[in-house]
């Protein structure tokens, strides 16, 4: 039922007001008195070099890559599961032949490379 | 008999203040239970000082937490440097508003007397009839597609940490952030195709639904939970990629102290840096719901008593197996050491995804069978 849904968004309501209150609250209490030393980058004490705007390792976007068409894959398993035993013989063939594809583009990533992290 | 509008956004309003109320006391317990026990495993006696066995020290925390100085450096990218803490705590809470934690609390009927005049709304104008049995779930919501809306939420909790990594222009944020970003991502694969199997069998997305299909026993005494009932590497597949998830040891690369000083949230302090403990901790206590409700039966157990007793039995069966979810973490924390990160990538993707499909195949073929 969709008024079932209506409850989330009042415990959303709630968080949403209750955290920038918390906030608010401590700001009215707290000390603020920052420093030069304070408002430097940490990094244990020694002068940062240069900006953390750099550029960094290509991995982390194969990574996101991946998730992409593996995550596809789960959400299109979830409605599937559901209807398991309603779809008998003909879903589990059906999905065999996915999951077989699906297989073989992994063993594919695999062989090439993609999943060492070097 | 459902319930008036009016009364139904009364009761959601009601019981949503009494999960978090609840729910925030929980973590800042299990902050408290952590620091107990990991010192006792390492010889210590943890926290002692503050009332007796350090029980008010959550209060002090807090307490500090909120008197604090909160440092926001000018080198930061402040609108998202204070959002991503908020993000990170509201996605982890608003999780649990559809983990249902026992049955329902039935009332009624009532007879109304006869002098009270009634509300509009209601069935009936004026005193004198009989209205309910009303039956109040112990849960925010029951929403049928729960378990999707779990996996759903808790994967936006990832944006709350890479995004604190990236708004903080800090190097060891940023290493942090993409760490977190890239690991969570990872196991979630994992995370989703362990729990195929249990959906396999169930039939069903709503988690009130899997749980009553996980009721009764085999042979009259083991009890028929998912865990017992073929989904035994499902289970150790949802554990270790939900510590990867919650970036727990030994999965905690993201925060590794000893490289990355504190990972994503290096640059914050006070209320802030509390918000990102506390996501942490809900977080644990949602795995800790989600394992109990696929693999553990939810809140069967044992009934015995008085009515009472029977009715609030499931809730307690239902904390207890929570509890030692959260003892589990705060022990393997004691025992384990911390992943390489290539080590944790190759396990995740390498070992858990195909054991995952693995496990899925064979529950679907044993099921159709």
Redesign the interface.
């Known amino acids: 039922m969709p008024q079932n849904y209506v409850p989330i968004f009042i415990f959303m309501a709630v968080i949403g007001v209750l955290l920038p209150l918390t906030l608010l609250a401590a700001k009215l209490v707290r000390p603020d008195n920052p420093s030069k030393t304070k408002l430097m980058p940490y990094e244990c004490g020694i002068d940062p070099i240069d900006s953390a705007r750099g550029r960094y390792t290509v991995r982390y976007y194969i990574v996101a890559i991946l998730f992409v068409v593996f995550d596809v894959e789960t959400i299109f398993l979830f409605p599937w599961a559901v209807k398991f035993k309603a779809l008998g013989i003909f879903g589990l063939v059906e999905m065999m032949v996915f999951l077989v594809i699906l297989i073989a583009g992994f063993v594919w990533v695999w062989a090439k490379g993609a999943l060492e992290w070097v | 008999m459902p319930l008036p509008l009016s009364i ?2 009364l009761v ?2 009601i ?3 009494i ?2 109320g609840v729910l925030l006391t929980a973590v800042a317990y299990t902050v408290w239970l952590e620091r107990k026990v990991v010192g006792h495993m390492q010889n210590r006696w943890g926290p002692t000082r503050v009332g007796p066995f350090g029980l008010l020290q959550p209060a002090a925390d807090g307490i500090k ?7 926001t ?3 930061v990218y402040k609108p998202l440097f ?1 959002a991503a803490p ?1 993000m990170a ?2 996605f982890a ?2 999780s649990i ?2 983990i249902p934690f026992g049955n329902s609390f039935t009332f009624g009927p009532f007879s109304v007397p006869q002098f009270l005049p009634f509300h509009y709304e209601m069935p009936f104008h004026w005193g004198g009839a009989v209205i309910g049995p009303y039956s109040i779930p112990f849960q ?5 597609i729960g378990l ?2 779990i996996l759903g939420v808790t994967s936006m909790g990832v944006y709350g940490v890479a995004l604190a990594g990236w708004s ?8 942090g952030g ?1 760490r977190a ?2 690991q969570m ?2 196991y ?2 994992a995370l ?2 362990s729990l ?2 249990v ?2 069998q169930s ?3 709503s988690l009130r639904a899997i749980v009553d299909a996980q009721g009764g026993h085999f042979w009259g005494f083991i009890p028929r939970w998912n865990i017992f009932h073929w989904q035994f590497i499902g289970f150790f597949i949802y554990l270790m990629a939900a510590y990867a998830e919650t970036n727990r040891i030994p999965f905690d690369l993201p925060e590794a102290e000893t490289e990355l ?1 504190a990972g994503y949230h ?2 914050y302090s ?3 840096f509390a ?1 990102f403990f506390m996501a942490e901790y809900t977080n644990m206590i949602t795995v800790g719901c989600v394992a109990t409700l696929l693999f553990f039966g939810g809140w069967h157990g044992p009934l015995f008593g008085p009515p009472l007793v029977q009715a609030l039995l499931p809730v307690f069966w239902f904390a207890a197996k929570i509890f030692c979810f959260l003892f589990l973490y705060i022990w393997v924390r004691g025992t384990l050491p911390r992943f390489r ?2 080590q944790l ?2 396990f995740g ?2 070992f858990l ?2 054991l995952a ?1 693995a496990n ?2 064979a529950t ?2 044993f ?2 069978w």
């Open positions: 139904f956004i959601s309003v019981k949503s203040a999960v978090l937490f909120l008197f604090k100085e909160d440092l450096p000018p080198h204070i908020m705590l509201i809470l608003t508003s559809v925010i919501t029951d929403v049928n999707l809306m903080s222009n800090n190097k060891y944020s940023l290493l993409l970003s890239a991502v990872s979630e694969i989703g195709l195929v199997g959906l396999i039939g069903s997305f000083v290096t640059e006070a209320m802030k918000m990160y290539d990538m190759s993707w390498k995804l195909p499909i899925l195949v679907a073929i099921v159709a």
